[in-house]
């Protein structure tokens, strides 16, 4: 059962925080994959893709809760 939230602003902005982190980590993502060269110095890159997925897994799973209980 979802709850009810009567101030809806803090929500808003907490889900608004977590879609922005996925669009960040998407359009990183993307650059790494598509176009490695335009991070030619990155001596890490696999590494950082492996943080970068992990942390849009985790903005997708909050937002995906924050959904699933509240209205």
Do not use: G
């Not at 889900?15 to 598509?34: C, S, V």
């Not at 110095?41 to 992990?54: A, F, I, Q, V």
């Amino acid at each position: 059962m979802k709850k009810q939230v009567k101030n809806k602003e803090f929500l808003e902005a907490l889900k608004k925080h977590y879609e922005a982190e996925i669009d960040k980590n998407m359009a990183t993502l993307k650059l790494y994959l598509d176009d490695p060269l335009a991070v030619a110095d990155h001596e890490n890159l696999l590494d950082s893709m492996k943080m970068l997925t992990r942390q849009l897994a985790d903005a997708q799973e909050s937002l995906s809760t924050l959904d699933a209980h509240f209205e």
